[in-house]
């Protein structure tokens, strides 16, 4: 499954393609959506938002486009004009004078104003995207240690788009090696040390993750690019400490960690 790090790379690709150029065609499958297509005709996407693993598509007109992917949606660019082949059913179509972006087999969408974003359920629920770069470790660390999160175990935590949004499996892994943490541990039993650690983690590793596309380094000796450390990693030597990296299943997920030094 996509992480935070996949979807605001896929974002960055839409923007790419159509950010700032008014829509040529506008075209949506939903009958309660087909209002919207001759008011946003020759209107322009000014940004595109990621909330975990929500798309917030936002037009000049102060509409807003919310669309989650779910386990089956897609968003492709095309050339104006092209209709690639999908075996896929085609929910969005945005088009400008060169290129299209197309949304596949989502049926999440809704446009929303600004009441609507700011009531949508969704949204209400989930925490700030950890690639939100306004976003500081200090705030992280505020949020582990409100009562709402600090007795949770960081198993599942990690995992709950409530705590953190953008935040996925491998995320998790990695983020507890790297603050060298077990998985059951809470953030009210850490150090102010540990907490910090982890804090920093949370964004550091995610952001790496974005910002370098998910290339794995080979030469553990260049920090530039993103490397699993643990994450399917099990049977391996931890880099680290030389343990033995074990797998469990933790959340109903596959987990991957270091038992000697992950404390």
Not at 74 to 102: H, Y
Not at 126 to 146: C, F, H, I, N, Y
Request: aromatic share 8%; glycine share 6%.
């Amino acid at each position: 499954m996509p992480e935070g790090p996949e979807i605001r790379r896929a974002a960055d690709r839409l923007e790419e393609a159509v950010l700032g150029k008014p829509l040529t065609q506008v075209w949506f499958a939903f009958p309660g959506l087909k209002t919207y297509e001759p008011l946003l005709t020759g209107e322009c996407i000014d940004r595109i938002e990621t909330r975990g693993k929500a798309l917030l598509t936002h037009f000049s007109s102060g509409q807003t486009l919310y669309s989650h992917n779910q386990l089956y949606g897609v968003w492709r660019v095309a050339r104006a004009g092209e209709q690639p082949e999908s075996k896929r059913s085609l929910r969005v179509r945005l088009e400008t004078a060169d290129k299209a972006i197309l949304l596949y087999s989502a049926s999440d969408i809704v446009m929303l104003d600004e009441a609507g974003l700011a009531s949508h359920p969704f949204l209400q629920r989930v925490g700030p995207d950890v690639l939100d770069m306004t976003l500081t470790a200090e705030q992280v660390k505020a949020r582990l240690l409100s009562p709402r999160f600090c007795r949770r175990q960081f198993a599942g935590l990690l995992l709950d788009q409530a705590f953190l949004a953008g935040l996925g499996n491998y995320l998790r892994v990695e983020i507890l090696w790297q603050a060298q943490l077990a998985p059951r541990h809470r953030a009210v039993d850490l150090t102010t040390q540990q907490l910090d650690a982890l804090a920093r983690a949370c964004l550091d590793i995610a952001r790496l993750s974005y910002q370098t596309r998910g290339k794995v380094d080979e030469n553990r000796h260049h920090g530039a690019l993103f490397r699993f450390h643990v994450f399917h990693r099990d049977g391996e030597r931890c880099e680290r400490c030389g343990g033995v990296i074990e797998k469990m299943t933790l959340a109903s997920r596959p987990f991957y960690w270091c038992a000697r030094c992950q404390k």
